[in-house]
């Protein structure tokens, strides 16, 4: 509630509290009375006598202002609170109750809003005459419409949350429920449109006393003062200025805090949005081979952000390869960096705040040194990307023909005509029926399988070596799930190309993927062919992911094996391997030295541990001293990547225990059987 | 799919909740209505827990809501012990919510950002003039820390904690049912498993009766004793998870097992049996509901709704071609038929049709030939 | 749909003229003293009274002044006997030449303003964006016109401070009479719409639809208008309308203070002279005017979003 009002706030808040104390003290401060004459010679500028000046008849101007301060603060005010205490009851009333309720009180709502208020106000001005009270009611009445309808909008909002409809399970009265759990809901964004209505109202008696329709002279008012100075524009222009400029300080004063409060109301914000753009410094690549013939090769990619949270290795040092016709898969949960790292592949990440740093290499092409321009053709022709929610990934405005045939005729040059027969084409090759009615239709008409058939369309039409799928199927249906992903394997058939597959869902990427990359804390943690990652599992955090995972197989009631606490707050990653808190074979070590990528005895198979599983090095405790056996080839390959060589050397040790004790066992039953 | 009847509901004595024939409609404009559910009747016996089961559209969450009366169904009977909720109005209706709890998807929208977690959690005893004593206990007992949840508000919580805090919340009262509606879909993997094994561990303390609403059949199989299959606002299938994942007699059922991943259940590829998009609630297909998806439908299923029917032990279908069970069941007087092992998919309708069992509430066990 | 508003529209128009007819009846004082002056006997008063029909009950005299309505005829001003209908069709250009020209004034700061704020947000540019349209919103419509007729009429003297050429007249004098107020009336709210824009831009930019037309290789430019610019116009639709239907008969502010004759200026002197069939006109304009409004504001709402196509 504290956070970031900012000095804004404080200052406009200062501002108020100063006026409303002049205000209110005016009788007691040494000033002329307000009505008072000749003072002081007439139109005279500021001066040490008058700050503000006089005016025409010699009054002074800062006395007025003071003045005329009572009338704008208690009308603005004083209308907000009438508008609110009639407005905001019927709103809540309208917003919660719904149906027959609501439909009366907008129905009657809107008629008043059609009502000129200016017919209103004069003629209860002329009726009742124009006292204070009869200027406050005007404009307090003509607020009432706006706050029922913004109170009602409100409640609305609040009323379909779930836990209002939780209070109502609990057998709570309507009552109860609206008291305890709409209200004080709803209390904070009426609070900041109540200092925006108050602006609005010192403006709006303002313009009626510019009309000589507010409080009748000798009552000085801001918008009377204004209006008496305008004869005297030419020769004394402080009569009208400095009014004016008071005036506009109060009403950006109001306007200020009121929008300075709905800020906080904002609840998207989780202090984990990058901050202010920094011109986007690279981060030093470490030194790497470029392999040849691979289609795609990351190397040592990392994204930092910088949050109000502190730092962010969303993504932190990443290395991998894809060959044409291959599906990689990444897994991770939510904060692991998965989505984050195929958008620092494609270039996409958020420029505010975000500094990028390693190589993507594109056949042999390092991506990361092209302009924007030529990244874009890169974008549009090679490789393309499929996100996870096909409702929030077609432009709900557009046709679903302009969509398709944008890339066709930006990349392509192809014509209307063209474009458009080759979008139908594209419909119908990812099993849409009757391509050319679709191609008039708008996302929102269809489902949303369909859609995620459109935009897999919209990704091929410039025929792209990789295709990036962030979480493609986690918004839709099993059933449908399987008709997207056999449609993306036969595509990739079809095209030679190569997939990138993000998911959280670990039975997917096994039944569709042929590599597999797991992710933990912006890190790859395993990394393997599927096969042998999924059998001979290394890394504890995988195998805790697999066991966590109810299989169908398993009879009912089946004891999930549970990994305790949960991802990591990436502003503060735990020290050495991210991992340690949550791992259950966590020792000493792990929690100083970060684990660099050990080979395995699979070819291409890594994995981040310093006591993987199912390779005896988790008993090591039992005996302290390994033995000095020489590296494999693997193992001094994995040593390569060690940072520090005698990291290195520990790690070869390891991995030569592991390969060789792996020969003869089954990894996950020898796991069970150490009794983890 | 897509079947009415009520076959497979249990002596009223022997259950604790009893839903027959229930209907939800809502209005969709231009006098047309979503026929969201229409005539779904199940049972649960104390102690046990019913998964529901079905993709998005099928009315699971609008049955749990219809449960608890908010809003109530159009028709049916929804009878808790014996009480007819659907009759209930005002203050009675209000009097009896307390003895159905429920938990909600979306662990962070389900809790009031404003308040403090254990005033959440302590509203329950609040309405109802109860002490605070169990409170404590409660949040305890879902793994979280009174002092913490004293001073903290939801936003300082994880999904996974904010689910714990809604599962106190429910339990507090002491309900006798609980009806989970998707309570682990949003949370990631490790976590889900967490809040699956705590309803597991909650369940056996306090002697829970659970309705776990869920669209991952794995998870449901999980946790449930017996799994109710929907699809557009229809039941198609119901039986213990084992019998459901082992032998599913549905086709409905079938496309589901063989579209999850690594399902590793022996079925046809799931493109072979399932097509198409699910139909407009707006306007459901007559008979069965699932025949516009389906390749065993004949003109049968379009012309008669399947009511459910036995086809095991404890096994019930609504299906005019159900797959083969493979179990062979012997009816109270008819001589025991042996049943081929699997049969081809699609079955052929006559061959289907001799599948149909006498209606019998007491059939004894027998043991199946495979 | 279109009866329905029709229906409507007939409610909104009965219950507006006949609470005005009544709010009008409350007013101390009658059109006699306006016409036959101070000095006039009460019994030259009474006469004109039932002359004019003013001594029928209330009720009575909405009914038949709703039976000429049905007719189109709306009376005849109590003070200077010409039709209203005639005073309205003399005063309605001026006020819709007003508003149209703020409007376009208005759009024409806020569209590029608020697309470069949003673009670069939180960055310099857009702080300093974000500052003018702060202040311009909190500058009162009247102040803002007395400072601009201080700045160029009086200091620089290059356009008038008050007065109106009929466009019929002159279009260069037209223009130049309705080019101050036009500024004045449309940076108000330039403020509002920049505002809107930019938030609802910034949020359509970090859909996942714009971040795939950036992965399909789009410029930046191409995104920003073509993509991003419709989806996020909603708001300030919904801002354009109310403001043109609160402004029909609102604009009376800067009416007064360019001396312009709109149909604001009319409603006020109506009151004061009590002239009610003149003010009734009035009514009736600005709440025909409010509906037809936001119809238009519905139907373009159709037309930029195509989600909104029911309800």
């Given at each position: 509630m504290r956070r970031r009002l900012g000095w804004s706030f404080w200052l406009a808040l200062g501002w108020i509290t100063l006026i409303l104390a002049a205000a209110a003290t005016a009788d007691l401060l040494p000033l002329p009375r307000y009505d008072e004459t000749l003072v002081g010679p007439p139109q005279a500028g500021p001066g040490p006598d008058h700050p503000f000046g006089t005016d025409g008849l010699g009054r002074d101007v800062l006395s007025r202002v003071v003045y005329g301060a009572r009338v704008s603060l208690i009308v603005g005010i004083g209308a907000v609170l009438l508008g609110v205490l009639f407005g905001a009851p019927l709103g809540v009333l309208a917003g919660y109750r719904r149906r027959a309720t609501d439909a009366v009180i907008m129905g009657v709502n809107d008629i008043a809003l059609a009502f000129p208020a200016l017919v209103f106000a004069l003629a209860v001005v002329a009726f009742a005459g124009a006292s204070l009270l009869n200027v406050l009611i005007v404009l307090g009445v003509l607020g009432v419409p706006a706050w029922v309808r913004l109170v009602r909008g409100a409640t609305m909002v609040f009323s379909e949350r779930e836990f209002v409809a939780a209070a109502r399970v609990l057998g709570a009265r309507d009552r109860t429920v609206l008291w305890r759990e709409v209200v004080p809901n709803v209390s904070l964004p009426v609070l900041s449109y109540a200092f925006i209505g108050m602006a609005v109202a010192i403006v709006a008696e303002g313009s009626l006393a510019f009309l000589g329709l507010s409080v009748q002279a000798p009552t000085p008012t801001w918008g009377g003062l204004i209006n008496e100075g305008r004869p005297l524009m030419e020769d004394a222009p402080h009569v009208v200025l400095i009014p004016s400029f008071v005036m506009f300080l109060t009403v950006l004063a109001f306007n200020l805090i009121g929008d300075r409060l709905r800020a906080l109301t904002d609840v998207r914000q989780s202090n984990l949005e990058p901050v202010r753009r920094r011109q986007a410094d690279r981060l030093p690549a470490r030194p790497h081979h470029v392999e040849e013939d691979v289609l795609l090769q990351v190397a040592d990619l990392r994204t930092h952000f910088t949050t109000a949270r502190g730092a962010v290795r969303a993504v932190d040092g990443v290395s991998f390869t894809l060959q044409r016709g291959r599906t990689l898969a990444i897994v991770g949960e939510s904060g692991s960096g998965k989505s984050m790292l195929i958008r620092s592949v494609l270039g996409l990440t958020p420029e505010a705040g975000t500094r990028r740093g390693g190589r993507v290499y594109l056949d042999g092409q390092d991506l990361t040194e092209l302009d924007d321009e030529q990244m874009r053709h890169i974008l549009g022709t090679r490789m393309a990307a499929v996100f996870q929610d096909p409702m929030t990934a077609l432009n709900p405005v557009r046709t679903i023909g302009t969509q398709v045939m944008e890339p066709l005729m930006v990349h392509l040059g192809m014509k209307r005509k063209a474009a458009r027969a080759r979008a139908a084409e594209l419909l119908a090759s990812v099993g849409i029926p009757e391509p050319a009615r679709i191609l008039r239709r708008y996302p929102h008409q269809l489902s949303g399988g369909m859609r995620q058939r459109v935009t897999i369309a919209m990704a091929l039409s410039c025929g792209p070596d990789i295709l990036f799928a962030d979480e493609p199927t986690t918004a839709l249906d099993v059933t449908v799930q399987d008709q997207v992903l056999r449609l993306i394997r036969r595509q990739r058939e079809e095209r030679h190309m190569a997939v990138v597959l993000v998911s959280h869902d670990l039975s997917v990427v096994a039944e569709w993927s042929d590599e597999v990359i797991v992710m933990y804390a912006g890190k790859v943690v395993e990394r393997g062919p599927a096969d042998s990652l999924f059998e001979r599992t290394r890394m504890p955090y995988t195998e805790a992911l697999l066991r966590a995972v109810p299989k169908l197989t398993d009879p009912a009631h089946h004891p999930l094996r549970l990994l305790p606490g949960r991802p990591p707050d990436l502003a503060h990653p735990p020290s050495g391997c991210a991992f340690h808190p949550r791992c259950p074979y966590a020792r000493e070590r792990c929690s100083q030295e970060e684990p660099p990528l050990f080979q395995a005895e699979t070819l291409d198979h890594l994995y981040a541990c310093w006591y993987p599983v199912g390779t005896g090095a988790g008993v090591v405790e039992t005996s302290p001293e390994l033995s000095g056996a020489s590296g494999t080839a693997e193992a001094l390959k994995a040593a390569e990547e060690a940072a520090e060589l005698e990291e290195a050397a520990e790690a070869a040790e390891v991995v030569a225990e592991a390969a060789a004790e792996l020969e003869t066992t089954d990894v996950i039953e020898g796991a069970d059987s150490r009794g983890r | 799919m897509a079947g009415s009847g009520n076959a497979h509901l249990r002596p009223p004595g022997e259950v604790v909740l009893r839903v027959e024939d229930l209907v939800v409609e809502f209005p969709a404009g231009r006098g047309r209505s979503v026929h969201a559910v229409s005539g779904v009747s199940f049972d649960v016996a104390r102690g046990e827990t019913l998964g529901i089961v079905g993709e998005s559209g099928c009315g699971k969450s609008t049955t749990a809501r219809a449960l608890m009366q908010m809003p109530p169904p159009l028709r049916g009977s929804v009878r808790l012990d014996g009480l007819e909720l659907t009759a209930l109005r005002g203050e009675a209706l209000r009097r009896t919510r307390r003895r159905l709890q429920m938990i909600f998807q979306d662990p962070i929208s389900s809790l009031n950002p404003r308040r403090r977690v254990r005033d959440i959690v302590a509203e329950g005893p609040r309405v109802w003039g109860a002490g605070a004593d169990r409170v404590d206990e409660m949040l305890t007992a879902v793994g979280l820390d009174p002092a913490t949840a004293a001073t903290r508000r939801p936003h300082e919580f994880s999904g996974g904690q904010c689910q714990r805090v809604s599962i106190a919340r429910a339990l507090v009262l002491d309900p006798e049912i609980v009806i989970c509606d998707e309570?682990?879909?949003?949370?990631d993997v490790s976590v889900q498993a967490q809040i699956l094994a705590l309803l597991e561990e909650l369940k056996e303390r306090y002697r829970l009766t659970l309705v776990f609403i869920a669209h991952d059949l794995a998870v449901v199989k999980n946790v449930s004793d017996r799994i109710l299959v929907m699809y557009l606002g229809k039941v198609c299938e119901l039986a213990s998870g084992d019998a459901l994942v082992e032998r599913p007699a549905h086709p409905y059922t079938r496309a589901l097992l063989a579209s999850i991943p690594r399902g590793g259940l022996g079925l046809p590829p799931a493109d072979q049996l399932i097509s198409g998009e699910p139909p407009s609630p707006v306007t459901p297909p007559s008979g069965c509901r699932f025949r516009t998806r389906c390749p065993a439908a004949t003109p049968l299923c379009a012309a008669e709704e399947p009511v459910m029917r036995r086809i095991g032990t404890d096994h019930w279908v609504a299906c005019h071609h159900p797959q083969e069970t493979g179990e062979i069941l012997k009816p109270v007087e008819a001589p025991q038929v042996a049943r081929a092992p699997e049969a081809a998919f699609p079955q052929p309708a006559e061959e289907a049709e001799d599948a149909r069992v006498p209606k019998s509430p007491k059939v004894p066990k027998v043991p199946k030939v495979r | 749909m279109i009866a329905l508003r029709l229906v409507r529209l007939l409610v909104v128009l009965l219950v507006v003229t006949f609470l005005s007819f009544l709010l009008l009846s409350l007013l101390p004082g009658d059109p006699t003293t306006q016409i036959l002056g101070l000095s006039a006997s009460e019994e030259a008063r009474e006469q004109l009274r039932r002359e004019l029909n003013l001594d029928d009950p209330l009720f009575t005299r909405y009914l038949s002044w709703l039976g000429g309505l049905a007719t189109g005829d709306l009376g005849a001003s109590y003070t200077t006997s010409v039709p209203v209908t005639e005073a309205l069709a003399e005063r309605l250009p001026v006020t819709l030449e007003l508003l149209i020209a703020a409007q376009l004034v208005a759009l024409g700061l806020a569209v590029p303003i608020g697309v470069a704020a949003a673009r670069r947000a939180g960055r310099p540019l857009d702080q300093a964006l974000t500052a003018l349209s702060f202040g311009l919103l909190s500058t009162p419509v009247f102040v803002l016109g007395v400072l601009l007729i201080l700045v160029f009429a009086v200091k620089l003297q290059v356009l008038p401070a008050t007065g109106w050429t009929s466009i019929s007249v002159d279009l260069g004098w037209n223009l130049t009479s309705v080019l101050l107020p036009a500024i004045t009336l449309g940076c108000a709210q330039t403020a509002v719409y920049a505002r809107l824009l930019r938030t609802d831009l910034i949020a359509t930019l970090q859909e996942d639809y714009i971040t795939l037309a950036r992965a399909r290789g789009l410029s930046p430019r191409r995104i920003l208008w073509r993509h991003a610019l419709r989806p996020s116009a909603i708001s300030l639709i919904t801002a354009i309308g109310l403001n043109l239907g609160a402004l029909i008969g609102g604009a009376v502010i800067i009416e007064t203070l360019f001396g312009l004759p709109g149909v604001g200026r009319l409603i006020v002197e109506s009151i004061f002279a009590r002239d009610y069939l003149t003010v009734q006109g009035g009514v009736v304009l600005i709440s025909v005017g409010y509906v037809l409004v936001n119809f238009a504001v519905d139907l373009v709402y159709v037309a930029v979003d195509p989600r909104i196509r029911r309800a």
């Amino acid at each position: 509630m504290r956070r970031r009002l900012g000095w804004s706030f404080w200052l406009a808040l200062g501002w108020i509290t100063l006026i409303l104390a002049a205000a209110a003290t005016a009788d007691l401060l040494p000033l002329p009375r307000y009505d008072e004459t000749l003072v002081g010679p007439p139109q005279a500028g500021p001066g040490p006598d008058h700050p503000f000046g006089t005016d025409g008849l010699g009054r002074d101007v800062l006395s007025r202002v003071v003045y005329g301060a009572r009338v704008s603060l208690i009308v603005g005010i004083g209308a907000v609170l009438l508008g609110v205490l009639f407005g905001a009851p019927l709103g809540v009333l309208a917003g919660y109750r719904r149906r027959a309720t609501d439909a009366v009180i907008m129905g009657v709502n809107d008629i008043a809003l059609a009502f000129p208020a200016l017919v209103f106000a004069l003629a209860v001005v002329a009726f009742a005459g124009a006292s204070l009270l009869n200027v406050l009611i005007v404009l307090g009445v003509l607020g009432v419409p706006a706050w029922v309808r913004l109170v009602r909008g409100a409640t609305m909002v609040f009323s379909e949350r779930e836990f209002v409809a939780a209070a109502r399970v609990l057998g709570a009265r309507d009552r109860t429920v609206l008291w305890r759990e709409v209200v004080p809901n709803v209390s904070l964004p009426v609070l900041s449109y109540a200092f925006i209505g108050m602006a609005v109202a010192i403006v709006a008696e303002g313009s009626l006393a510019f009309l000589g329709l507010s409080v009748q002279a000798p009552t000085p008012t801001w918008g009377g003062l204004i209006n008496e100075g305008r004869p005297l524009m030419e020769d004394a222009p402080h009569v009208v200025l400095i009014p004016s400029f008071v005036m506009f300080l109060t009403v950006l004063a109001f306007n200020l805090i009121g929008d300075r409060l709905r800020a906080l109301t904002d609840v998207r914000q989780s202090n984990l949005e990058p901050v202010r753009r920094r011109q986007a410094d690279r981060l030093p690549a470490r030194p790497h081979h470029v392999e040849e013939d691979v289609l795609l090769q990351v190397a040592d990619l990392r994204t930092h952000f910088t949050t109000a949270r502190g730092a962010v290795r969303a993504v932190d040092g990443v290395s991998f390869t894809l060959q044409r016709g291959r599906t990689l898969a990444i897994v991770g949960e939510s904060g692991s960096g998965k989505s984050m790292l195929i958008r620092s592949v494609l270039g996409l990440t958020p420029e505010a705040g975000t500094r990028r740093g390693g190589r993507v290499y594109l056949d042999g092409q390092d991506l990361t040194e092209l302009d924007d321009e030529q990244m874009r053709h890169i974008l549009g022709t090679r490789m393309a990307a499929v996100f996870q929610d096909p409702m929030t990934a077609l432009n709900p405005v557009r046709t679903i023909g302009t969509q398709v045939m944008e890339p066709l005729m930006v990349h392509l040059g192809m014509k209307r005509k063209a474009a458009r027969a080759r979008a139908a084409e594209l419909l119908a090759s990812v099993g849409i029926p009757e391509p050319a009615r679709i191609l008039r239709r708008y996302p929102h008409q269809l489902s949303g399988g369909m859609r995620q058939r459109v935009t897999i369309a919209m990704a091929l039409s410039c025929g792209p070596d990789i295709l990036f799928a962030d979480e493609p199927t986690t918004a839709l249906d099993v059933t449908v799930q399987d008709q997207v992903l056999r449609l993306i394997r036969r595509q990739r058939e079809e095209r030679h190309m190569a997939v990138v597959l993000v998911s959280h869902d670990l039975s997917v990427v096994a039944e569709w993927s042929d590599e597999v990359i797991v992710m933990y804390a912006g890190k790859v943690v395993e990394r393997g062919p599927a096969d042998s990652l999924f059998e001979r599992t290394r890394m504890p955090y995988t195998e805790a992911l697999l066991r966590a995972v109810p299989k169908l197989t398993d009879p009912a009631h089946h004891p999930l094996r549970l990994l305790p606490g949960r991802p990591p707050d990436l502003a503060h990653p735990p020290s050495g391997c991210a991992f340690h808190p949550r791992c259950p074979y966590a020792r000493e070590r792990c929690s100083q030295e970060e684990p660099p990528l050990f080979q395995a005895e699979t070819l291409d198979h890594l994995y981040a541990c310093w006591y993987p599983v199912g390779t005896g090095a988790g008993v090591v405790e039992t005996s302290p001293e390994l033995s000095g056996a020489s590296g494999t080839a693997e193992a001094l390959k994995a040593a390569e990547e060690a940072a520090e060589l005698e990291e290195a050397a520990e790690a070869a040790e390891v991995v030569a225990e592991a390969a060789a004790e792996l020969e003869t066992t089954d990894v996950i039953e020898g796991a069970d059987s150490r009794g983890r | 799919m897509a079947g009415s009847g009520n076959a497979h509901l249990r002596p009223p004595g022997e259950v604790v909740l009893r839903v027959e024939d229930l209907v939800v409609e809502f209005p969709a404009g231009r006098g047309r209505s979503v026929h969201a559910v229409s005539g779904v009747s199940f049972d649960v016996a104390r102690g046990e827990t019913l998964g529901i089961v079905g993709e998005s559209g099928c009315g699971k969450s609008t049955t749990a809501r219809a449960l608890m009366q908010m809003p109530p169904p159009l028709r049916g009977s929804v009878r808790l012990d014996g009480l007819e909720l659907t009759a209930l109005r005002g203050e009675a209706l209000r009097r009896t919510r307390r003895r159905l709890q429920m938990i909600f998807q979306d662990p962070i929208s389900s809790l009031n950002p404003r308040r403090r977690v254990r005033d959440i959690v302590a509203e329950g005893p609040r309405v109802w003039g109860a002490g605070a004593d169990r409170v404590d206990e409660m949040l305890t007992a879902v793994g979280l820390d009174p002092a913490t949840a004293a001073t903290r508000r939801p936003h300082e919580f994880s999904g996974g904690q904010c689910q714990r805090v809604s599962i106190a919340r429910a339990l507090v009262l002491d309900p006798e049912i609980v009806i989970c509606d998707e309570p682990v879909s949003a949370l990631d993997v490790s976590v889900q498993a967490q809040i699956l094994a705590l309803l597991e561990e909650l369940k056996e303390r306090y002697r829970l009766t659970l309705v776990f609403i869920a669209h991952d059949l794995a998870v449901v199989k999980n946790v449930s004793d017996r799994i109710l299959v929907m699809y557009l606002g229809k039941v198609c299938e119901l039986a213990s998870g084992d019998a459901l994942v082992e032998r599913p007699a549905h086709p409905y059922t079938r496309a589901l097992l063989a579209s999850i991943p690594r399902g590793g259940l022996g079925l046809p590829p799931a493109d072979q049996l399932i097509s198409g998009e699910p139909p407009s609630p707006v306007t459901p297909p007559s008979g069965c509901r699932f025949r516009t998806r389906c390749p065993a439908a004949t003109p049968l299923c379009a012309a008669e709704e399947p009511v459910m029917r036995r086809i095991g032990t404890d096994h019930w279908v609504a299906c005019h071609h159900p797959q083969e069970t493979g179990e062979i069941l012997k009816p109270v007087e008819a001589p025991q038929v042996a049943r081929a092992p699997e049969a081809a998919f699609p079955q052929p309708a006559e061959e289907a049709e001799d599948a149909r069992v006498p209606k019998s509430p007491k059939v004894p066990k027998v043991p199946k030939v495979r | 749909m279109i009866a329905l508003r029709l229906v409507r529209l007939l409610v909104v128009l009965l219950v507006v003229t006949f609470l005005s007819f009544l709010l009008l009846s409350l007013l101390p004082g009658d059109p006699t003293t306006q016409i036959l002056g101070l000095s006039a006997s009460e019994e030259a008063r009474e006469q004109l009274r039932r002359e004019l029909n003013l001594d029928d009950p209330l009720f009575t005299r909405y009914l038949s002044w709703l039976g000429g309505l049905a007719t189109g005829d709306l009376g005849a001003s109590y003070t200077t006997s010409v039709p209203v209908t005639e005073a309205l069709a003399e005063r309605l250009p001026v006020t819709l030449e007003l508003l149209i020209a703020a409007q376009l004034v208005a759009l024409g700061l806020a569209v590029p303003i608020g697309v470069a704020a949003a673009r670069r947000a939180g960055r310099p540019l857009d702080q300093a964006l974000t500052a003018l349209s702060f202040g311009l919103l909190s500058t009162p419509v009247f102040v803002l016109g007395v400072l601009l007729i201080l700045v160029f009429a009086v200091k620089l003297q290059v356009l008038p401070a008050t007065g109106w050429t009929s466009i019929s007249v002159d279009l260069g004098w037209n223009l130049t009479s309705v080019l101050l107020p036009a500024i004045t009336l449309g940076c108000a709210q330039t403020a509002v719409y920049a505002r809107l824009l930019r938030t609802d831009l910034i949020a359509t930019l970090q859909e996942d639809y714009i971040t795939l037309a950036r992965a399909r290789g789009l410029s930046p430019r191409r995104i920003l208008w073509r993509h991003a610019l419709r989806p996020s116009a909603i708001s300030l639709i919904t801002a354009i309308g109310l403001n043109l239907g609160a402004l029909i008969g609102g604009a009376v502010i800067i009416e007064t203070l360019f001396g312009l004759p709109g149909v604001g200026r009319l409603i006020v002197e109506s009151i004061f002279a009590r002239d009610y069939l003149t003010v009734q006109g009035g009514v009736v304009l600005i709440s025909v005017g409010y509906v037809l409004v936001n119809f238009a504001v519905d139907l373009v709402y159709v037309a930029v979003d195509p989600r909104i196509r029911r309800a």
